[in-house]
């Protein structure tokens, strides 16, 4: 067994490339330390495994696990491994990328509490980068705050890094239970009920419970079943350990006490995410990522109560001196008020049939221009989903090498199990290597598909008359850090939100691509034709298109017809000369 006088310690250098500048922080399988890459002057954290666990194989191969799992997804919301080696004790250690910001269970506990938009839009990265390790066959299994980095990338901040894959899963290659690799393993008040229960039956979906437990964490300062309040780790019984155990597997959460949540999201959080049946909660952290978006463009509604504006003093009567008590007094007045009725009257809109059509029209065109709102939404959100996703594979460690030699290595290489990178069903990858101004196509997934050729900061809509796809275009950098190559990904778009329209058109189409997508109806139909653009923000690259539907042409307006209110207007001036008739006569017998 290695001593543990073999450890890292300030000064030392590793493989003649790494000079140990500081300790960063220990944990339980190892110690983090700050380093530079003496050739290129570059910081790097070092996480250096303990001396003496070095002799446990199966502690080694946790410990390379994250190495692997780290560099084989390539994930911008995930930290990057560079390297990995050992120290002249044959101790391993990793090379990661050196973070400068806070944990995530630091900001939590430092606020008491994140707000809701905050909380929605850190758990919305978090889903992003493991939905890129579950499509990965990874499983991380240790998800909790502590492993939650926030930084500050490009001005914006709550930038999110995970952390930690040591003992994540790989569940296309991990078979041999012998190992104790179906022990249970995780840190109890983030694992799910089925990791204590069924440790070999563990999937993706016990991460997305983890996830909910630190979505309810950020929002209320405190885990649905924890040792104690404020996250604090001190060492328990079995006895404390096995009551905790039980209450995550048969207890209900208590209530978050957050009444400026969006409604429904506390239902979520519990229901979706915190379900004890791994069935019952999302299938997939696709479908995390959908509802926290949902949630986090809803604007928290104001329960402040309006105030009351109080009523103004009613005036007492005044009666004016020398002011006449006569009865003839009170026909003027009647007069007064019905010619004045009368009057009003006139000016009120004849009623008829053609405002009718003009507000079905009106109604048509809102209808249309809130589909149009949302097909908008979505073109954005898969346009920057894709580019999360093109980012990632560009940032593989691995391509990052492969770019620059030709196709035949780059084509072993995606075939080799470790490289991981896999591709969903429905999308196209290309790998492009590009020379000046020549881009050459290295690899494409699917082999059948077409060509892409797109800059490396490209983002299009394109269509087959059909189907609608998203392209993107993310650079590779090589080694020495110049542009090799271009990720090319395609993904198509879902517009079955934009079918559902009402009142429904006789077409449908959305125009401004190269050809039409007749969404709806007959591309030949006829009538009334209108338009609602698809609004996007400042900075999207998918803009100058719009939604056209027809309609059915406009019933002629129906004769006009004698307004009844002529009768009433006529009935009123009559009566209030009969007034001003009886007023004359009153001052009369008054002379």
């Known amino acids: 067994m290695v001593s543990s006088s073999a450890a890292v310690k300030a000064g030392d250098t590793l493989e003649g490339r ?3 500048l500081k300790t960063i922080g220990e944990g339980g399988m190892g110690t983090v330390y700050l380093a530079e890459h003496m050739l290129i002057q570059r910081r790097v954290a070092i996480k250096v495994l303990r001396a003496e666990l070095a002799a446990d194989s199966q502690v080694v191969d946790r410990f390379m696990n994250e190495a692997r799992a780290a560099g084989a ?32 269970t630091d900001e939590i506990y430092r606020l008491r509490g994140l707000p809701p938009r905050r909380a929605l839009r850190i758990a919305t990265q978090i889903a992003s980068a493991l939905q890129a390790a579950h499509t990965a066959g990874i499983i991380h299994r240790d998800l909790k705050s502590d492993n939650i980095f926030l930084t500050d990338k490009e001005d914006v901040s709550d930038h999110v890094k995970v952390l930690d894959f040591g003992i994540s899963r790989f569940v296309e290659t991990e078979n041999d239970d012998s190992q104790g690799r179906h022990q249970i393993m995780g ?14 039956a563990v999937d993706h979906r016990a991460d997305i419970y983890a996830l909910g437990v630190v979505l309810y964490e950020m929002l209320a300062a405190r885990r649905p079943f924890d040792f104690d309040a404020e996250g604090r780790t001190t060492d328990r019984t079995f006895a404390e350990t096995d009551q905790l155990l039980h209450k995550i597997i048969q207890d209900a959460p208590p209530p978050l006490g957050r009444p400026d949540l969006p409604p429904g999201l506390e239902q979520l959080i519990n229901e979706k995410l915190l379900a004890k049946s791994a069935e019952q909660r999302f299938q997939s952290m696709k479908d995390v990522q959908a509802a926290l978006d949902a949630f986090a463009s809803v604007s928290r509604r104001d329960t402040q109560p309006i105030p009351a504006t109080p009523m103004p003093a009613v005036a007492e009567p005044v009666t004016l001196p020398g002011a006449p008590k006569k009865r003839g007094i009170l026909w003027l007045v009647a007069a007064l008020l019905a010619g004045g009725a009368g009057a009003a009257l006139m000016f009120k809109p004849p009623s008829g049939g053609a405002p009718a059509q003009a507000d079905t029209t009106s109604l048509a065109k809102s209808a249309l221009q809130t589909t149009a709102d949302q097909l908008g939404t979505a073109l954005e959100s898969e346009a920057q989903a894709a580019r999360l996703r093109a980012e990632g594979i560009a940032s593989t460690p691995m391509l990052r090498a492969a770019i620059e030699t030709d196709a035949a290595t780059l084509k072993n290489m995606i075939a080799d199990k470790d490289f991981l990178i896999k591709h969903d069903a429905n999308e196209v990858i290309e790998i492009l290597q590009t020379k000046g101004d020549q881009q050459t196509s290295m690899l494409r997934v699917p082999e059948t598909a077409p060509t892409m050729h797109i800059a490396a900061d490209g983002t299009r809509v394109e269509t087959d008359g059909t189907h609608v796809t998203i392209v993107v275009g993310t650079p590779v950098l090589t080694q020495s850090g110049v542009q090799g190559g271009v990720i090319a990904l395609a993904t198509p778009v879902d517009l079955g939100a934009a079918k559902k329209l009402e009142p429904a058109p006789k077409q449908l189409a959305l125009v401004g691509l190269a050809k039409p997508v007749v969404l709806l109806g007959d591309a030949s139909a006829t009538g009334t034709t209108v338009t609602a653009p698809i609004k996007a923000s400042e900075k999207s690259h998918v803009s100058g298109l719009s939604l056209a539907a027809v309609y059915e042409p406009p019933a002629p307006p129906p004769p006009p017809t004698t307004d009844p209110l002529v009768y009433v207007r006529y009935g009123l001036f009559g009566l209030a000369g009969l007034m001003l008739v009886l007023f004359g006569v009153s001052l009369a017998r008054k002379r």
Do not use: N
Not at 187 to 200: C, G, L, V, W, Y
């Open 187 to 200: 840190t109890p008040e983030f694992m799910s009920p089925e990791q204590i229960t069924a440790p070999h």
């Open 73 to 104: 997804i390539g994930h911008p919301h995930i930290v990057e491994s560079t390297d990995l080696g050992f120290t002249r004790e044959e101790v391993p250690f990793i090379v990661f990328e050196y973070l400068e910001g806070t944990l995530l």
């Open 18 to 20: 790494y000079k140990i």
